[in-house]
């Protein structure tokens, strides 16, 4: 076979692979694997990319070996919940379910993870010891809020936290007040997330990482709030925590907030070196690939601040390359929200394209209503400005007809707000 065959387009690729559970790391193979052609395609999106079927031959053995080695760290924790089971020892059995969930997390099959937390939460609740139990459920409201299922996840940890307090389980009453007010930011209720902190904190004690967590929370808030001295005192109390136990990933946490709090000072230099020093200490040993993808995408926020569109698409398509490398498919959505909101700012009609598909991922196999939401929103303003005022409306009433079933009232009257400012125009 001739070695000038042309290489096939990503979108090209997944229609001619079903979609089933064997071939899934395959196909997270082909997106992951595939290369987009330098400045040939202004608008490029992942589906446009170009992938080789020889390379994906070639990496074969390496998927199925990774595969196999995945089911085979799944069918220890089984084996070793029967042991522990066989011993008597169920709190452990539970803990062995739990670490059978994270691992699926860890390669994003979210749905599988949930199988195991729920089995593993029916077993802590028939147990005397509510340990197991209060950590179980401190899972599954981790996993739900990183879905955006915030309801959800704010009632197992409301659970966790419950059951935490009564049995003097300090750590894990922090731990869900950390979880709580996480949600109370999501839902920009800030006086509720900075008084879960506050209790965190009460609970928190010598536990220097909670006290981090904690405190970066208790920044974020002031932040969020306009109260900048606050944010950065807090922040400051975030890295000596994080300091004090060598918690490199807590310090790399510490410089995308402090990063973050420099871009709302509007002091943009400053940003940029906490932005690229957060980024080196992951370089320097924390494997963390989603903290990556969130300095990356706030130092695209940062560049589009500071009004540096070539920066900020550069920075961008990085931010593309990381969600493409790690199968990251909600934040390659918000990459194409950013780019198209560059091209808005550019003018440039053809932007639409990155909409659609930022749209397009929001409902695929892991779907993200709130993200949808926010997509739909992001797509009515790049319309409105493009001067079709009808269909910014359509896509401005879905967001709302979205945002309505999920009851999520900063979102809800904001678009409110601006369905009426459309309809008066």
Same mark, same amino acid.
């Given at each position: ?11 090209q ?8 559970? +064997?071939?899934?790391p395959l196909r ?37 070996? &990774? ?30 379910l739990?670490?059978?969930g ?6 994003g ?34 996993l739900?809020? +990183?879905?955006?299922?915030f &309801? ?33 930011l ?7 997330? +900075? ?9 928190a ?10 405190s ?20 400051r109390?975030?890295?000596?925590a ?7 990933e ?14 709302d ?16 200490g992951?370089?320097g040993?924390? &494997? ?20 540096r ?12 390359e ?5 199968n ?8 194409y ?17 990155f909409?659609?598909? +930022?749209?397009?991922?929001?409902r ?9 939401a926010?997509?739909?929103?992001a797509y009515?303003?790049f ?9 910014s ?33």
């Amino acid at each position: 076979m001739p070695d000038t065959l042309p290489p096939l387009r990503v979108e090209q690729a997944l229609q001619l692979l079903p979609d089933v559970e +064997a071939l899934a790391p395959l196909r997270g193979m082909v997106v992951s694997s595939s290369r987009s052609r330098p400045s040939t395609e202004l608008h490029c999106t992942v589906g446009k990319r170009h992938v080789e079927a020889a390379l994906i031959r070639a990496r074969i053995a390496d998927v199925v070996a &990774d595969f196999s080695g995945h089911i085979a760290d799944l069918y220890d924790a089984a084996v070793e919940a029967l042991e522990c089971e066989q011993r008597d020892d169920s709190p452990r059995a539970v803990r062995a379910l739990l670490r059978a969930g994270d691992r699926e997390w860890r390669v994003g099959r979210e749905s599988q993870a949930r199988v195991w937390y729920q089995h593993a939460l029916r077993i802590a609740e028939g147990l005397r010891e509510r340990g197991p139990e209060i950590e179980t459920l401190w899972h599954l409201g981790e996993l739900d809020a +990183a879905w955006g299922r915030f &309801d959800a996840a704010a009632r197992f940890h409301q659970r966790s936290f419950a059951l935490a307090e009564t049995e003097l389980d300090f750590g894990s009453a922090a731990r869900a007040c950390a979880g709580l007010g996480d949600i109370a930011l999501a839902h920009g209720t800030w006086q509720g997330a +900075a008084s879960w902190f506050a209790r965190g904190l009460q609970y928190a004690a010598g536990d220097q990482r909670l006290k981090g967590l904690l405190s970066l929370g208790c920044g974020e808030v002031g932040r969020l709030r306009g109260e900048l001295q606050v944010a950065e005192e807090w922040f400051r109390r975030a890295r000596e925590a994080f300091e004090r136990t060598g918690d490199a990933e807590g310090i790399v946490r510490v410089l995308n907030a402090w990063g973050q709090l420099e871009t709302d000072r509007g002091r943009y230099v400053e940003a940029l070196a906490s932005f690229r020093e957060a980024l080196a200490g992951l370089r320097g040993g924390a &494997d963390a690939p989603m903290l990556e993808m969130a300095i990356r995408l706030n130092g695209c926020r940062l560049y589009m601040a500071w009004d540096r569109l070539p920066d900020a698409e550069d920075e961008i398509r990085l931010a593309e390359e990381t969600a493409v490398t790690h199968n990251f498919t909600h934040q390659l959505a918000r990459v194409y929200m950013l780019l198209g909101y560059v091209r808005r700012k550019q003018g440039d009609e053809a932007g639409f394209v990155f909409f659609e598909k +930022a749209i397009e991922l929001c409902r695929g196999r892991q779907p993200a209503l709130r993200l949808e939401a926010e997509a739909y929103l992001a797509y009515s303003r790049f319309l409105g400005e493009m001067g079709d005022r009808d269909e910014s409306r359509a896509y401005r009433q879905r967001a709302l007809a979205i945002t309505e079933a999920l009851g999520d009232g900063p979102i809800l009257s904001q678009n409110h707000a601006e369905l009426d400012l459309l309809e008066a125009r």
